[in-house]
């Protein structure tokens, strides 16, 4: 009988040549993937599609048991390259190594594929890679609609395929439970008994859960509810419906599930679209973790069947009795490896936190849960590491979120623990200006440094938007692989939270936007990173991202946004449709800010005026003052919103940019009032309305866009996905269509997409057999057509299909 090891050396090996790709069909899924995905990136750098055969030499893909499970080496030998990995896992990000030397990089959003194609593929110097910490990721935080709230199974997919071509394998989620009426109880926290869960995962009782939807009212002055319907500037457009929220609710789940029925049905769905998400998660050899709050938070309906059953609902035995239902319930219904407990925000009794996670853990044995525990959370967390650690088990990982929303360093007590998993998870960006550019590469350095020398084992990073913060996603995978010379201990004087950034915005911007603007691009970016390198016109005013009243005048502050005038001035230098259509994106998301920092001094004026006139004694002066001088502050304002949407729309690319629309609507516009604060005054002294102009326009009066909302590089044989697009015009679009081939050669099939509302469209693609590729046109009103991806027709999206 062949032993394990002998198996993996001799078996599965694939083989890639000028002549085609060879590939056994007994190879392991990943493997097959790294040889689809090898023959999806040459062909998209050279124009070459190499046909799949059975003998040859080229590019070999193989596994080596002598290496660790997520080592890979590229090495070259005569015609031959060896893509060589510990386990099937290491072959596939051996795979997206040797891309990465093709030229093409990975952001958490989607790939970056240069305009310019390749006219030979270079030649690969030997080299290995082995992360530097066990588990790397990302940690999404559901509560906002910037955030995963509003992900659906398509989006997890699409970024979760994307954080493993970043070499990145942990997704782990933390979610509020009930008592935090704010903001949960959010659906993946189900609490309830095990004789409430059916035999396959779905549960019979539940209270009442909901993420984020445009009609929730969250009581400490969030978002406030509004239908989008009612969205100005055109952002109504790009809604399909007045009330939006995550795809697992139902037609009448807004902002709560109305009956105890809805309440099941809705928990049963996000369970199942969470085993469709972390199932694809396990194929791509990711750990994925979810948990909530401790001491637990017991529900309405959790207490009464304990009260049913002669428990009290404090007892421990009850406790106990609550954690083996949970943990059963996510044993029948969808996979994961870890459960973590995080301690709240502020300070929280240890002996009580320490007593719930005793209980959780001895629930998971009676549960017979194949997964494992662990902790987390704010600063309490961390700054009883010591005491936890002696009265805790071992096989309990440990970790925290850095204090002070990230601006704090990764905590030393991690150093003091021996002998236990322990996580250091930086945040990727600060919520409290949740709609402001926030550039942290540097940090993220810094952060990993420091995580490595404490000597975790995991690092992960927290995060609601995708590409606006990519940049810093990217700098924390890579410092999760290697550590280079950025890593010594030298701080720059005026970025002392800070590693050197430089080297990593050359290669960043050169593959955004080309070599023409890359290098003078790469210094505006290593200028603007870093906390206050940047204006953040966004602050915490009773909820994220809210848009700040500014005293000083515009003068006064304009020259803090100067290094956007420098960026727009790059754009003749930028070559290839593809890098144009990156650069636009970043000019206008730094528009975006721009434009928030100069509505949020003009509303500052406007208050510095309304206050002198009030101290007017006379009606006529009041009346000349506010026609002559408040009405014209007011009249520029609506305009600076209107840029503000007309930016953000240029932005528009998935769930965040709908998430930043609704902050900016039913935050800065319908709870702040920005731009109609003062308008009872300015009405009362003028004797008459505010004119037309001082109105917010409902139409969409920006560039043209065409948009498909989420994007996905991998589909499964025989999926069929589904396109949601967005068609943007000042009149509506006469039609869109997917235009679908196998991927490199055969006729485009043309599929009309069906128009649901608004401006957005969905189209149905066929069954996948194989390899395709698709691109999107629209008619427009006046003759013309809209093109997506921009880069069409040299460069269509891509997909690969998998087992």
Not at 459 to 464: A, N, P, S, T, Y
Request: hydrophobic content about 40%.
């Amino acid at each position: 009988m062949k032993t394990l090891a002998t198996i993996l050396t001799l078996a599965f090996t694939c083989v890639a040549s000028a002549a085609g790709i060879v590939c056994p069909p007994n190879a392991p899924a990943n493997v097959k993937l790294a040889a689809r995905e090898i023959r999806r990136y040459v062909y998209l750098r050279t124009g070459e599609l190499l046909p799949v055969v059975e003998t040859g030499k080229g590019i070999v893909l193989k596994m080596d048991p002598a290496l660790s499970p997520q080592q890979y080496r590229l090495k070259t030998d005569g015609d031959t390259l060896a893509i060589t990995g510990g386990s099937d896992v290491g072959v596939l990000y051996g795979a997206y190594r040797y891309v990465e030397l093709l030229g093409v990089r990975f952001q958490i959003d989607g790939d970056v594929v240069p305009d310019e194609r390749l006219k030979a593929r270079p030649a690969v110097k030997e080299e290995s890679g082995k992360p530097l910490f066990e588990l790397r990721g990302l940690q999404p935080f559901h509560d906002f609609p910037e955030g995963p709230d509003w992900w659906t199974s398509d989006d997890w997919k699409a970024i979760l395929g994307q954080a493993t071509k970043m070499r990145m394998n942990f997704v782990g989620l933390h979610t509020y439970p009930f008592h935090n009426t704010d903001l949960g109880p959010e659906p993946t926290v189900w609490v309830g008994l095990p004789e409430d869960v059916n035999a396959d995962g779905t549960v019979k009782v539940s209270d009442h859960a909901s993420w984020y939807t445009t009609a929730k009212f969250q009581p400490y002055g969030c978002y406030r509810p509004d239908k989008t319907g009612n969205y100005r500037f055109g952002a109504a457009e790009v809604f399909p419906s007045d009330n939006y929220g995550p795809e697992v609710n139902g037609a009448d789940d807004f902002p709560f599930p109305k009956t105890p029925a809805a309440n099941v049905a809705l928990i049963n769905r996000t369970g199942a679209m969470l085993k469709a998400v972390f199932d694809e998660a396990h194929r791509r050899g990711m750990k994925t973790c979810v948990g909530t709050e401790a001491p637990l938070d017991v529900p309405d309906t959790a207490k009464r069947r304990l009260q049913e059953l002669g428990m009290k609902p404090d007892d421990p035995a009850a406790i106990q009795k609550l954690y083996e239902g949970m943990f059963t319930r996510i044993r029948r219904a969808y996979p994961i490896d870890y459960y973590w407990l995080w301690g709240h925000e502020g300070e929280i009794d240890e002996k009580r936190f320490i007593a719930n996670v005793q209980a959780a853990h001895a629930a998971l044995q009676r549960a017979q849960a194949p997964f494992g525990l662990g902790i987390c959370g704010w600063g309490w967390t961390a700054g009883h590491f010591p005491s936890l650690d002696r009265a805790l088990p071992k096989d309990v990982a440990f970790s925290a979120i850095n204090m002070s929303t990230g601006h704090a360093p990764v905590s030393e007590n991690f150093s003091r623990l021996e002998g236990r998993q322990k996580w250091a998870i930086p945040w990727f960006e600060d919520d409290s200006v949740l709609t402001s550019i926030q550039l942290r590469a540097g940090r993220m350095r810094r952060d990993a440094v420091d995580a490595r020398r404490y000597g975790c084992t995991g690092l992960m990073g927290l995060h609601w938007r995708t590409r606006t913060i990519s940049p810093n996603i990217a700098a924390l995978a890579q410092a999760g692989w290697e550590q280079g010379a950025w890593s010594g201990p030298s701080r720059a004087p005026d970025k002392p939270r800070d590693l050197p950034i430089a080297d990593f915005y050359a290669d960043w911007a050169t593959g955004q936007f080309g070599r023409e603007a890359g290098r003078a691009a790469a210094a505006i970016f290593t200028k603007l990173d870093g906390q206050g390198h940047f204006p953040a016109p966004s602050a915490w005013v009773r909820g994220p991202g809210t848009i700040t009243i500014n005293k000083k005048p515009w003068q006064a502050v304009a020259s803090e946004y100067a290094l956007v005038d420098e960026f727009a001035a790059l754009r003749p230098r930028v070559r290839g449709a593809g890098n144009l259509e990156r650069f636009d994106w970043w000019l206008n998301t730094f528009r975006v800010t721009k434009f928030m920092g100069q509505l949020g001094c003009a509303r500052g004026e406007l208050d510095a005026l309304i206050e002198r006139i009030e101290k007017d004694a006379s009606p006529q002066s009041k009346r000349r003052l506010a026609r002559e001088q408040a009405l014209p502050v007011r009249l520029r304002m609506v305009v600076l919103l209107g840029e503000v949407h007309n930016a953000l729309l240029a932005t528009l690319h998935n769930a965040t940019e709908l998430g930043t629309l609704c902050n900016i609507e039913q935050q800065s516009m319908l709870r702040l009032k920005i731009l109609t604060g003062q308008d009872a005054k300015l009405e009362k002294w003028l004797g008459e309305p505010l004119p037309a102009a001082a109105q917010p326009w409902k139409d969409y009066r920006g560039v043209p866009r065409l948009v498909v909302m989420t994007v996905r590089t991998k589909a499964s044989k025989g999926e069929a996905l589904t396109l949601k697009i967005v068609a943007l015009d000042k009149q509506p679009v006469k039609s869109v269509a997917v235009h679908v081939r196998p991927l490199g050669n055969g006729d485009w099939q043309a599929i009309p997409a069906t128009h649901v509302a608004r401006a957005v469209y969905a189209a149905k693609l066929p069954a996948a057999r194989e390899d395709f590729e698709y691109h999107v046109i629209a008619e427009t009103a006046g003759g013309g057509k809209l093109v997506w991806p921009a880069t069409v027709p040299q460069l269509n999206q891509t997909v690969v299909l998998t087992e």
